[in-house]
Nanobody, 127 residues
Framework: QVELVESGGGLVQSGGSLRLSCDAS????????MGWFRQAPGKEREFVAA????????YYADSVKGRFSVSRDGARDTARLQMNSLRPEATARYFC????????????????????WGQGTQVTVRA
């Protein structure tokens, strides 16, 4: 099992930036990819971005393309999500995820594809 701990959430004005981090521990050698989902109050959890751990292949939700960037911190077991030009609709709890399975465009957006989830970090964007 992989343990995931997110950090970096907070309150930001519309148009601002935040960077989320996710530290993985435990059986990190089993990780194929890591990513991020978010959930706003009263809404379903939705895919944000994902990154294959070795090949560097990335996937993004259409709503964040060009503004968010997912990356790995060098050789560390840390994923980052750089969020720029934030909008109020980005207000949500952001969850870090990890999977032992390969990414492809259909499965990558589904919650079932991911084996491990963090507790989440709150992001609030004020208009």
């Amino acid at each position: 099992q992989v343990e995931l701990v997110e950090s970096g959430g907070g309150l930001v004005q519309s148009g601002g930036s935040l960077r989320l981090s996710c530290d993985a521990s435990g059986r990190t050698s089993s990780i194929y990819a890591m990513g991020w989902f978010r959930q706003a109050p009263g809404k379903e959890r939705e895919f944000v971005a994902a990154l294959s751990w070795t090949g560097g292949c990335t996937y993004y939700a259409d709503s964040v393309k060009g503004r968010f960037s997912v990356s790995r911190d060098g050789a560390r077991d840390t994923a980052r999500l750089q969020m720029n030009s934030l909008r109020p609709e980005a207000t949500a709890r952001y969850f870090c995820v990890a999977t032992r399975w390969a990414l492809h465009s259909i499965a990558v957006v589904t919650t079932d594809h991911y084996d491990d989830w963090g507790q989440g970090t709150q992001v609030t964007v004020r208009a």
